[in-house]
């Protein structure tokens, strides 16, 4: 026969197994609503082909120069020199139509001007998807503002378009890779890198052909190269 003591001591463990098996079953559940949907139907931009090269390959000289009319007079020396323009700069984050990389040799900031040319990139991006029925995606922001610290340790490393004069040293320059993108939402659809890279690069055409941007086509840094004219 148990004791009193005993039979609460029983009935707790009782209660204690039941409601870790009750959790369990919960983060089952929950793991199998997030469960990635298999993408079977695969949907493509009608748009046309673009020549990349051709079309976005405005020199370094126009960068620079766009640069500093707009940007910062004085490029910051270092990260914290930065975090302390807070005044002059817009934190840029993640968000429903970009990705910010884990940055290493660059900021997350844009001056004002910069940021907002940078969200209406993302927003024309949706907007372009949503128009064809197309899933959503978000690309990928790879560099920002570069610090003449991050200049020279990018030059350290070996890497030959880390001149001392940067367009990204003025908070007015950034990256948008085109060989990565993220799927933002479940669906069976889905869509090639290469046909993302074209609905982003009729986005960048849209806004150089407005006078907003200029963009270079960065070969071997699988990215587009963008400097915010107004």
């Not at 976005?56 to 000289?61: C, E, K």
């Not at 429903?96 to 004002?112: D, F, Q």
């Not at 849209?206 to 963008?226: A, L, S």
């Amino acid at each position: 026969m148990h004791t009193p003591k005993t039979l609460i001591i029983l009935l707790a463990a009782t209660l204690s197994f039941t409601a870790c098996h009750r959790n369990q079953n919960e983060s089952d559940d929950s793991e199998t609503l997030l469960a990635p949907l298999e993408e079977t139907n695969l949907v493509a931009y009608p748009g046309k082909n673009i020549r990349y090269s051709e079309k976005f390959r405005d020199n370094q000289h126009k960068h620079i120069k766009a640069a500093q009319s707009i940007g910062l007079s004085n490029p910051p020396a270092d990260r914290e020199d930065a975090e302390r323009l807070h005044n002059r700069l817009d934190y840029i984050s993640t968000n429903k139509h970009y990705v910010v990389e884990e940055l290493t040799h660059s900021v997350p900031y844009l001056v004002p001007i910069a940021k907002q040319r940078l969200d209406a990139i993302g927003d024309e991006w949706a907007d372009i998807l949503e128009r064809n029925g197309l899933p959503e995606y978000r690309f990928r922001v790879t560099s920002v503002l570069r610090t003449a610290d991050d200049i020279a340790r990018l030059q350290k490393s070996g890497n030959v378009n880390a001149v001392s004069n940067s367009a990204h040293n003025y908070g007015t320059t950034f990256d948008i890779a085109y060989t990565k993108f993220d799927k933002h939402e479940r669906t069976h659809d889905y869509m090639t890198e290469d046909n993302l890279k074209l609905v982003l690069g009729q986005v960048l055409l849209n806004q150089q052909r407005d006078g907003h941007i200029y963009v270079k086509y960065e070969y071997k840094q699988c990215c587009f190269h963008i400097t915010v004219r107004d």
